[in-house]
């Protein structure tokens, strides 16, 4: 074989790579932060029981109030995994399993407030906010660009503070790309995401994907996927104007009565368990994406670093860990593009 077949054989087999890389499902999962560091015993379950090829790694950040400029992140007085050091070494852990990473910073408001409610009654209180945000946020861009993280979220939920301070945000994006050179989403909620106004400077349209589906008890499967035809040409219509791939930056049911309902709801008077509803519209949810060019994947929300002790056929919230749910999740992660 002559040099120029040769170099057309190599170019053509980089294309190829390429192509494949690019088109890869993100079969991820939001792995929880802990106050100890993880290890093997912590990490390999992602693989094992439901096949994750990606984690969501969460540091998180506290605010005292909806009216409070000041987020305190990075301190000792947080446990492990929601620092830097902790997110780094989860990252670490991770990778040995084969796992590629989001770093995906949160923000936790006194009280379980809604962040997308967060507001400031005052010009001078935004400016403190916007301050303490951008030096939240670039501090986990940096440790994104420390550890070759693959994509970077660079806020959840935060509607309200995106409204008020879209030119902030504008600028804030172009900071982050001089520090981290990964791909960049944010994750805008269900009913937000239509609103988010700098979708052509990310790579990822994000969405944390609790939409409602059924209105039924036990959510069938096939109500399920009709549910999700008032939703599927909206979200593919982004898609399609940006020319960017919708990633559900989290997405899951809890295993209770009416989980297709508002399936974002985290309500303590939700008690009576159903593992079935949980199951039929997480399939359902996978049956209307998965196959999809233009869906990049997404993150089950959520998944705990200690899988022997959580979940389970009594437990009522959100983690597939230890529920038949979990086979579900299994079977389309495994499946090849």
């Known amino acids: 074989m002559n040099r120029a077949k040769l170099l057309i054989c190599f170019i053509y087999s980089v294309l ?26 912590h990490t390999k379950p992602l693989v094992t029981k439901i096949n994750a090829n990606f984690a969501a790694v969460m540091p998180f950040g506290f ?77 986990y861009a940096d440790l994104a660009k420390e550890i070759n993280a693959e994509i970077l979220c660079i806020g959840t939920e935060l509607e309200n503070f995106i409204a008020k301070r879209p030119k902030y945000w504008t600028n804030l994006i172009d900071e982050i790309k001089k520090k981290y050179k990964g791909k960049l989403t944010y994750a805008a909620n269900w009913d937000e995401y239509r609103r988010t106004p700098f979708w052509d400077k990310l790579d990822f349209i994000g969405i944390d994907a609790y939409f409602p589906v059924s209105d039924e008890q036990t959510p069938t499967f096939e109500k399920s996927m009709e549910g999700w035809k008032k939703h599927k040409p909206v979200i593919k219509s982004f898609s399609d104007k940006y020319q960017k791939p919708v990633l559900f930056t989290e997405y899951g049911y809890r295993s209770v009565d009416y989980s297709g309902k508002e399936p974002w709801k985290f309500d303590r008077s939700m008690t009576e368990v159903n593992l079935e509803a949980q199951v039929n519209t997480t399939k359902a949810l996978y049956e209307t994406f998965w196959n999809e060019d233009w869906f990049a994947g997404g993150f089950i929300w959520k998944w705990f670093i200690n899988y022997e002790k959580v979940g389970g056929k009594e437990n009522n919230q959100f983690t597939p860990q230890n529920k038949p749910v979990e086979e579900v999740i299994k079977v389309y992660y495994s499946k090849k593009d």
């Open 16 to 41: 190829l790579t390429s192509c494949s890389s690019q088109t890869e499902k993100v079969n991820g999962a939001s792995f929880v932060a802990y106050g100890i560091p993880v290890d093997e015993t």
């Open 63 to 139: 605010i005292r109030g909806l009216n409070n400029p000041e987020i305190i992140h990075n301190t000792e007085r947080q446990w492990f995994g929601e620092t830097r050091a902790g997110a780094k070494q989860y990252s670490e852990e991770l990778r040995k399993q084969n796992i590629k990473i989001m770093v995906k910073p949160q923000i936790w408001i006194r009280r379980g407030e809604f962040t997308g409610f967060l507001n400031m009654e005052t010009e001078e209180d935004w400016k403190a906010l916007e301050d303490s945000y951008s030096s939240f946020i670039l501090e």
